[in-house]
């Protein structure tokens, strides 16, 4: 497997596993970390089932990278639309990826290091980690992140957390929305463990169309909605997939894509 400078990319077995590894900077990214990861994520091989993405050492990501920012304050507008645009295709690339998504927050995310949380599918957390939208504190806002944090939190949370900059607790980033579990610091890779196992169960093919007809569903209008819904489950009905699904419950047996299917 390809070797990175920002990213380490493991694969156990059918998990691949994705450490923002910049530890001594707080995982903060830049332009090379925003590219690694979009080449990461546009090329996930058909065999992989789930993507677990964290940070090493104490923190999960705590936004832009220091040196990072100081160039870009150097910039011109259109050098500057140029980057943020860069950033903007890594969050749609990991928020459009049909595979399970996991972010295993082991750490602190500030800033933009909120937005890997925005497009991931289950956000899991360290009950020690805090979290904080802090770009009006610099004279900026979260402006990239801003479509993605909005669609998972609402309006209302976006628009308090974004202007406070407040620093909040991983059990309210829970009540929120932005997270979707807490645990104890020492139960984290157990917790991904057992969702990872809950997620192996599901049909591939299924769970790739679930997100992206979720995606869809909030653009449309609810007569629209009602019937691309029942034209969906139709088509899964008789799928090759679908079928093997219904049989396997039929017959109290695994489906073929589970362990232990036949």
Same mark, same amino acid.
């Given at each position: 497997?390809?070797?990175?400078?920002?990213?380490?990319?493991?694969?156990?077995?059918?998990?691949?596993?994705?450490?923002?590894?910049?530890?001594?900077?707080?995982?903060?990214?830049?332009?090379?970390?925003?590219?690694?990861?979009?080449?990461?994520?546009?090329?996930?091989?058909?065999?992989?089932?789930?993507?677990?993405?964290?940070?090493?050492?104490?923190?999960?990501?705590?936004?832009?990278?220091?040196?990072?920012?100081?160039?870009?304050?150097?910039?011109?507008?259109?050098?500057?639309?140029?980057?943020?645009?860069?950033?903007?295709?890594?969050?749609?690339?990991?928020?459009?990826?049909?595979?399970?998504?996991?972010?295993?927050?082991?750490?602190?995310?500030?800033?933009?290091?909120?937005?890997?949380?925005?497009?991931?599918?289950?956000?899991?957390?360290?009950?020690?980690?805090?979290?904080?939208?802090?770009?009006?504190?610099?004279?900026?806002?979260?402006?990239?992140?801003?479509?993605?944090?909005?669609?998972?939190?609402?309006?209302?949370q976006t628009r308090s957390l974004?202007?406070?900059?407040?620093?909040?607790?991983?059990?309210?980033?829970?009540?929120? #929305? &932005?997270?979707?579990?807490?645990?104890?610091? +020492?139960?984290?890779? $157990?917790?991904? *463990?057992? !969702?990872?196992?809950?997620?192996?169960?599901?049909?591939?093919?299924?769970?790739?169309?679930?997100?992206?007809?979720?995606?869809?569903?909030?653009?449309?209008?609810?007569?629209?909605?009602?019937?691309?819904?029942?034209?969906?489950?139709? #088509? &899964?009905?008789?799928?090759?997939?679908?079928? +093997?699904?219904?049989? $396997?419950?039929? *017959?109290? !047996?695994?489906?073929?894509?589970?362990?232990?299917?036949?």
């Open positions: 497997m390809q070797s990175y400078s920002s990213i380490l990319v493991e694969k156990r077995g059918q998990v691949l596993v994705i450490t923002l590894n910049r530890p001594e900077i707080g995982n903060a990214f830049n332009s090379e970390l925003i590219k690694e990861l979009t080449e990461v994520f546009a090329l996930i091989e058909e065999e992989v089932r789930a993507i677990v993405l964290t940070g090493a050492g104490k923190v999960f990501c705590a936004g832009a990278d220091l040196n990072w920012m100081k160039r870009m304050a150097e910039f011109t507008e259109e050098e500057n639309y140029a980057d943020a645009a860069a950033m903007d295709r890594m969050f749609r690339t990991i928020d459009v990826c049909p595979k399970p998504v996991l972010a295993k927050v082991n750490g602190a995310a500030i800033a933009g290091g909120l937005g890997f949380l925005a497009v991931s599918d289950i956000v899991v957390a360290s009950k020690a980690a805090k979290f904080g939208f802090t770009e009006v504190n610099l004279g900026i806002i979260p402006a990239v992140v801003s479509p993605y944090v909005m669609s998972k939190i609402g309006y209302s974004f202007l406070s900059a407040e620093i909040f607790s991983a059990e309210k980033a829970k009540e929120i #929305g &932005l997270v979707h579990e807490v645990v104890e610091p +020492e139960l984290l890779d $157990a917790r991904i *463990e057992e !969702r990872l196992k809950d997620l192996s169960k599901g049909g591939p093919s299924a769970q790739a169309i679930c997100k992206e007809w979720l995606r869809q569903l909030t653009e449309m209008d609810i007569d629209t909605a009602r019937e691309k819904s029942a034209r969906l489950i139709a #088509g &899964l009905r008789v799928s090759p997939e679908g079928q +093997e699904g219904m049989r $396997a419950f039929l *017959e109290k !047996r695994k489906p073929i894509w589970a362990e232990g299917g036949n």
